[in-house]
DNA sequence: CTGTTAGCGCTTTCAA
DNA sequence: TTGAAAGCGCTAACAG
């Protein structure tokens, strides 16, 4: 058994700290911190004592102790309503790698849990002193936007464009995407148009843009219906019946996200409707499975990865010390016409 | 616009401490510690006293400070692979909200993200002393498992049950999955069986198995593919469209995971197999859409959601105080019959 | 029930 | 290139 290195943890079941890998190293503590934090400061050769002894004692710092004094913990957090929106999760990971590649460390907090307030929730993120925030959605609390700007902490508001953003803003129009989906449903020449949408502010803004467009271009929006946060299939399949029911002569139903769309989908090949023949379908999201559906899925795609990308840059400027340029970028979104429309 | 009280930051720039609120209540800095922390050792009078300072600084608690001197940062850390994998997101969501409860914070860190190496990633982790990690997967690294032995850290483990846990195992095994996946194949009466598999270490091991009851069984196994992660239902789609040029007789396909599953479902419709008539489908996972395709998915069922109650009830047994009792539960899983076979 | 003192582990600042 | 002193903001331990 001594082809692994033995452990050495302090000689009590004390952790190691600093002083104790400056003792063994024959420096000061401060040395050693340079070794971990500005290497270029200190010699080769002094640097090579230093990281044996780290080695050997299995050293691992204290990021607590070292961001209370230095201000700056390295670490930037981000809310997400729940891991289980799978809308957001590239922009995590690329918001994640790129922030790695620059010693940032990316931790997410679920903000959509049971009894959880926004504003507990953010003093709770506040309380860690994350050096960045990361936002999926606009805060909706005045007072936790306010101690957000107090703090004069880098933020990123993203999968939006509102008017009004703490500092930041990476997204797009969702009534601009709204209408364009209305407008394709309009340019294939479907006359009975259901609505099939999920109780979520965004959605709404999206909804409303699509039935506006719709109702100007005289289109008949036979039914509509909405279904709870968080969708799946299941309410998609659901939500066709209760449409059909409503109107049973619907040519096309137009879904909030593609997880609704792909329940239509199944619930149409279930009562024998050909689409999009007998019924078009058309999504949002432009999810994984949306282009491996069959018939494939017409959806909207978002530059998810970008988004991560985009806000990953501004917060890394921020943090080299600019000031807080306000940033709105618009990343857009795209119109797939597949098979289902 | 005097509806909204004035945020009052300091005078300066400078952020609010405990100082700041014990001075303006005119009590001392641990008594609006104790306010915060332990409010039933502070009388009624004071504590209001207090609450109204904080509430007129928005003062926000330091926890790096907090967690630096009492050794408890009340931040528990998971390890996901992706965000991306929604066989996590009850796990996550339960154990949040259990946590939660007890006043300590998840925080997920992706464990995927490219130039991740483990080790280094446990070392990071580490370096912001969360009171407890929970794991999606159990660590391969030894120096990383060590770091954690060494610090006695409460740690969960969880999806799987191997041999040797750090110190919690909550899961169930892939191994007796696989064989029941086989098993309900074969009671089922399909002879010419596709296995489709993602190329994953767990998913490995419920291949094997699988594997290995047919064979006994004496059924041919007509074809194998394999698929690299991140898995989707593109995957499914191409995956079926291979195994069926290896033999285009196959009568069944078992996938590893739903998603392909999913995908194999879809190309069998595109080619005019009828599922389960000219080809039986199985998954795993039940994953929420699988109970509504169409036709249903036969799939295992694992109880997510427990598996985060577990974890969450073991960790916190252990922060509070209890020995590091060694814990291996088995949360089983559960074969569902529906459609596709 | 409230306060005083000391110090957690690290990095900043200044000096050599 | 290295080090000494000071202190970040908070809570444990003890005293009153």
């Given at each position: 058994m001594s082809d692994t290195p033995p452990p050495i943890p302090d000689a009590a079941g004390r952790t190691v700290t600093l002083d104790d890998v400056a003792r063994i190293a024959k420096v000061s503590a401060i040395t050693v911190s340079r070794v971990i934090n500005r290497p270029h400061l200190v010699s080769e050769r002094t640097a090579k004592r230093v990281r044996s002894a780290i080695a050997r004692t299995g050293y691992v710092p204290n990021l607590l102790a070292g961001g209370l004094v230095s201000q700056r913990s390295r670490l930037v957090i981000a809310l997400v309503p729940s891991v289980a929106n799978p809308a957001f999760t590239e922009t995590m990971t690329h918001l994640g790698t790129r922030l790695a590649a620059a010693r940032y460390q990316l931790l997410l907090c679920q903000s959509e849990l049971p009894h959880q307030e926004e504003s507990t929730l953010i003093d709770a993120v506040l309380s860690r002193r994350p050096d960045a925030l990361v936002l999926t959605k606009p805060l909706s609390t005045p007072t936790a936007r306010q101690r957000l700007l107090a703090r004069g902490l880098p933020v990123v508001e993203s999968w939006e464009l509102n008017a009004d953003p703490i500092e930041a803003l990476v997204g797009f129009s969702h009534a601009a995407a709204g209408a364009a989906m209305a407008r394709h449903m309009l340019d294939h020449g479907y006359q009975r148009i259901g609505l099939l949408w999920s109780e979520d502010q965004r959605a709404e803004t999206r909804r409303r843009a699509c039935l506006e467009t719709l109702i100007e271009a005289g289109v008949a929006v036979g039914a509509q219906a909405a279904v709870p946060v968080p969708v799946g299939m299941r309410h998609g399949r659901e939500g066709l019946a209760r449409l059909l029911e409503m109107d049973p002569r619907l040519d096309a139903v137009i879904c909030s996200i593609d997880l609704l769309a792909q329940g239509v989908l199944a619930e149409a090949q279930a009562r024998g409707?050909?689409?999009?023949?007998d019924l078009g379908v058309l999504g949002f999201g432009d999810f994984e499975f949306a282009a491996h559906t069959h018939p494939r899925l017409s959806t909207v795609r978002v530059d998810s990865a970008r988004i991560g990308e985009l806000a990953a840059d501004h917060l890394l400027r921020r943090l080299e010390g600019d000031k807080p340029t306000s940033l709105v970028h618009d990343v857009g979104f795209e119109l797939l016409v597949r098979e289902s429309t």
């Open positions: 409707l050909r689409v999009p023949h």
